[in-house]
């Protein structure tokens, strides 16, 4: 009963916190502001079988990075409108779709074949998707502007994959077609 007491507690205090300090939260354990929007995003190196991306060849671009892994219900809810996302701007050379997961070379190929996933993915350590995310959890999206600068990031999201569609298809898409 304590400890049930202690979260609640916790929870109000963060919620109040939030609150008083004007502070809009994507989500419990992402609140808006903590990643340094507005701020260049974390300097990084990516490497995929077929390709490398860092900071620098990604300058001129908007990006948009998808944090998931497969045990993550609300990650694999959002999988076939990502796919969706990726094909509706994958001709624009202006924009630039990053999956990263800390998930392992043979979940990711499951997870590709599973979903029928058009884009890349990268795969890292957790500790680097840990630095690169914030400790927001997952999924979380962020979308840098041309110049590398962080504009948007949102933390968790619905197990259903209707509601993520609707999310995907109407928030993250209306801010990425923004940039271009």
Not at 126 to 145: A, K, M, V
Request: charged share 25%.
């Amino acid at each position: 009963m304590r400890i049930i007491l202690f979260a609640a507690f916790l929870l109000i205090t963060r919620l109040s916190f939030a609150q008083s300090s004007r502070e809009k939260m994507d989500s419990f354990f992402c609140p808006s502001g903590y990643a340094a929007i507005d701020h260049p995003y974390l300097e990084f190196r990516l490497t995929n079988a077929n390709t490398t991306v860092d900071n620098q060849s990604l300058k001129g671009k908007v990006v948009f990075i998808n944090f998931w892994f497969e045990g993550c219900h609300p990650c694999v809810a959002e999988m076939e409108a990502l796919n969706e996302l990726f094909n509706k701007l994958k001709d624009n050379k202006d924009f630039v779709f990053i999956s990263l997961t800390r998930d392992n070379q043979e979940t990711i190929k499951r997870v590709t074949e599973k979903y029928a996933l058009d884009f890349e993915v990268f795969s890292t350590s957790n500790e680097e998707c840990r630095r690169l995310l914030f400790n927001c959890g997952y999924p979380t999206s962020i979308i840098l502007d041309k110049t590398g600068i962080l504009r948007y990031k949102h933390g968790g999201g619905s197990t259903k994959k209707e509601e993520a569609r609707e999310f995907i298809m109407t928030e993250l898409l209306s801010k990425i077609q923004a940039m271009l």
